[in-house]
Antibody, heavy 116, light 107 residues
Framework: EVQLQESGPGLVKPSQSLSLTCSVT????????WGWIRKFPGNKMEWMGY???????SYNPSLKSRISITRDTSKNQFFLQLNSVTTEDTATYYC??????????WGQGASVTVSS | DIQMTQSPASLSASLEEIVTITCQAS??????LAWYQQKPGKSPQLLIY???SLADGVPSRFSGSRSGTQYSLKISRLQVEDIGSYYC?????????FGGGTKLELK
């Protein structure tokens, strides 16, 4: 059974970078696609992007200049970096396995607050 | 981006009641529609994909349907474990986009 778990700082200062790790067990990230989704206070959900089995990436155009998704296949982990954060990036961040743009397995979520 | 308009935003229903949630897509997305359930304090879980296909382990009281660009999630007999929030999501065009969510409570 695939399991995903997010980890990273829960508090980030404005203008700094947000970095999260998704650790995957029970399934290799060299198969399928692996994405990041966030849920804002007020419950709006936003797809942020994914990294594929081959290492190619796709990002939400709304974030394209600030986002980077990378991976370490030796550790079966993938990563989110979001630059120049503002308070509007405060959200719960989820990593998920993605198949044809449908997220069929999710991590438990990491709450990130952007505040000075 | 494709807009997904979900209704109602909140819903109060009784046990064993039939519950229906709808999503309207701003353009044709075919059957590229998924539904997720998020129970309080938990992460979202896939309920339905391809508009009508039940994900593994999902009870048969859940069903999905499509009429043109309108999609519906139906719970045939509401159970206490169904309480939570529900989201639709289109998987037709990049970027994938979500509906605004429906919070389902017990009456």
């Amino acid at each position: 059974e695939v399991q995903l778990q997010e980890s990273g700082p829960g508090l980030v200062k404005p203008s700094q970078s947000l970095s999260l790790t998704c650790s995957v067990t029970g399934y290799s990230i060299t198969s399928n696609y692996w994405g990041w989704i966030r849920k804002f206070p007020g419950n709006k959900m936003e797809w942020m992007g994914y990294i594929s089995y081959s290492g190619s990436t796709s990002y939400n155009p709304s974030l394209k200049s600030r986002i980077s998704i990378t991976r370490d296949t030796s550790k079966n982990q993938f990563f989110l970096q979001l630059n120049s954060v503002t308070t509007e990036d405060t959200a719960t961040y989820y990593c998920a396995r993605t198949m044809m743009d449908v997220m069929d397995a999710w991590g438990q979520g990491a709450s990130v607050t952007v505040s000075s | 981006d494709i807009q997904m308009t979900q209704s109602p935003a909140s819903l109060s229903a009784s046990l064993e009641e039939i519950v229906t949630i709808t999503c309207q897509a701003s353009q044709d997305i075919g059957n590229w529609l998924a539904w997720y359930q998020q129970k309080p304090g938990k992460s979202p879980q896939l309920l339905i994909y391809d508009a009508t296909s039940l994900a593994d382990g999902v009870p048969s009281r859940f069903s999905g349907s499509r009429s043109g660009t309108q999609y519906s999630l139906k719970i045939s007999r509401l159970q206490v474990e169904d309480i939570g929030s529900y989201y639709c999501q289109q998987a037709h065009s990049n970027p994938p986009t979500f509906g605004g969510g429906t919070k389902l409570e017990l009456k």
